[in-house]
């Protein structure tokens, strides 16, 4: 399985961004996540999406601004972030693993993606 994020880039406080995580590989019936890892900082959950049935869950510093979703077409998730925040500043990851269950550690994801940079200024 391998994975490729994109759609980061420096923004204002209070702009929207769009990343995507284009998968490719054996990837039915797999949890799509997003995590993210400020400089110093452990890699914290973001949102997962699982593929069968579109279950998502939110870590609660995103809950009502960022919405997960997927194009099963494409193979491709999505994460729609609305209103940034500065704190919102991190390095993004797209992580899958061979799960039907939505996982927040990220010891429980095998496949990861290189990372994309949000920068969210004030």
């Known amino acids: 399985v391998q994975l490729q994020a994109s759609g980061g880039g420096s923004v204002q406080a209070g702009d929207s961004l769009r990343l995507s995580c284009a998968a490719s590989g054996r990837t039915s019936r797999h949890v799509m996540a997003w995590f993210r890892q400020a400089p110093g900082k452990d890699r914290d959950f973001v949102a997962a999406i699982t593929w069968v049935g579109a279950g998502t869950r939110y870590a609660d510093t995103v809950k009502g601004r960022f919405t997960i979703s997927r194009d099963d077409a494409k193979n491709t998730v999505y994460l729609q972030m609305n209103s940034l925040k500065p704190e919102d500043t991190a390095v993004y990851y797209c992580?899958?693993?061979?799960?039907?269950?939505?996982?927040?550690?990220?010891?429980?994801?095998?496949?990861w993606g290189q990372g994309t940079q949000v920068t969210v200024s004030s």
């Open positions: 992580a899958t693993d061979d799960r039907v269950t939505i996982a927040t550690d990220p010891r429980q994801y095998a496949y």
